[in-house]
């Protein structure tokens, strides 16, 4: 045999290897990922499976992060359809997944959510500003000289604002896993960091020292990473209501005979003020598709379909009254019409 045959022969089976795991189907779509995402994932799944007579798809809670992991880990049936994720994928994810051969990547953005920093509805009502979350939760802080950056001292929520309940600082919330500490850690903790000025121009001079200083939650028992499931640290909220808890608004939504949400810079956390940016702690939704499981794995096409119907995430649909706030129209019709052509991200959306 000539050397030209076998290298072909070789690239044959190397390709059949490859693609093997594809071409015995899973009858089941498989979804991973963020906790956020995951009501509205799952109550898209059982009206698809009610409506189609398929199988209805398996969504499990894994954190954004996690999913992630799992996502890119490769093609094949070993491997999910579809990620959830409360934050946009990063670089580093998106190069790998192209690394284990995960090329065709569809983002879709599904509408936004608001973070809230919720307690009892038993407790005091709390009106914070981001520098206040900062302060209170931040491992390190400001000392009396500028420049100077000490442990976190504080203890109670009146150490760090006066005008705050003489009550101790006890927050639950989601692990460094999740899109929300993500999200979290960008919008409030950074957005109450860069409050305070001399700390605001480091971003300048050492952009890593800043993102350290801003990003980084203390680790003293103030802050309790109550892992992925929201509807625990409800319940955790509800036996203490000298505690708070930070989680996404349908949570809040779903639950408001129990927790109530902070305000934050005076501004409640509702439909209308996530949905107008008033809001301060809000963010996009996204989940990831690949490509190279629709049409192999049964289902995908029409799960999509679904989840981009206006029946389902528009503004008067069913994920609106779970808490999801809608993308504005033109968006939902342009992502709908990306979503079903399979048009694949370049990567250039992960540098957003």
Not at 68 to 79: D, E, H, I, P, S
Not at 95 to 118: F, H, L, P, R, W
Not at 206 to 226: F, L, P, S
Not at 278 to 285: G, T
Request: glycine residues 10%.
């Amino acid at each position: 045999m000539s050397k030209g045959k076998i290298i072909f022969s070789a690239s044959i089976i190397l390709t059949s290897f490859l693609l093997a795991p594809l071409s015995t189907a899973r009858d089941t779509i498989e979804v991973v990922g963020s906790s956020t995402v995951y009501p509205f994932s799952t109550v898209v799944a059982e009206r698809y499976g009610r409506a189609s007579g398929k199988p209805t798809p398996k969504i499990e809670s894994t954190g954004s992060g996690g999913g992630m992991k799992l996502f890119c880990g490769g093609l094949g049936t070993n491997y999910p359809d579809i990620t959830n994720s409360s934050r946009r994928i990063k670089m580093s994810e998106f190069k790998k997944c192209q690394s284990n051969g995960v090329k065709g990547i569809i983002e879709v953005q599904i509408g936004y959510d608001g973070i809230v920093v919720a307690n009892s509805v038993t407790a005091e009502s709390m009106d914070l500003s981001r520098k206040d979350i900062f302060l209170a939760l931040a491992a390190k802080v400001p000392g009396e000289k500028e420049g100077q950056l000490i442990d976190n001292p504080y203890s109670t929520w009146k150490q760090v604002n006066a005008s705050l309940p003489d009550i101790g600082i006890e927050v639950l919330g989601p692990p460094p896993t999740s899109g929300t500490r993500d999200a979290f850690a960008e919008l409030a903790m950074e957005g109450g960091c860069k409050k305070i000025d001399w700390i605001a121009a480091l971003k300048k001079t050492d952009k890593n020292a800043y993102k350290q200083v801003c990003h980084t939650v203390r680790e003293d028992g103030r802050y309790i990473e109550a892992g992925e499931n929201d509807n625990l640290i409800v319940q955790k909220l509800e036996a203490n209501p000298a505690a708070l808890g930070v989680f996404g608004f349908s949570f809040l939504d779903q639950n408001a005979d129990k927790v109530q949400g902070a305000k934050i810079e005076s501004v409640s956390p509702t439909f209308e003020s996530i949905a107008d940016k008033s809001y301060p702690i809000s963010r996009p939704l996204f989940f990831y598709v690949k490509k190279a499981h629709v049409g192999v794995v049964p289902g995908m096409k029409g799960f999509l379909k679904e989840f981009t119907n206006e029946r389902a995430w528009g503004e008067d649909g069913y994920l609106a009254e779970k808490g999801m706030i809608p993308l504005p129209t033109e968006m939902r019709k342009a992502m709908a019409k990306n979503t079903l052509s399979l048009i694949p991200m370049t990567g250039q959306e992960a540098l957003k």
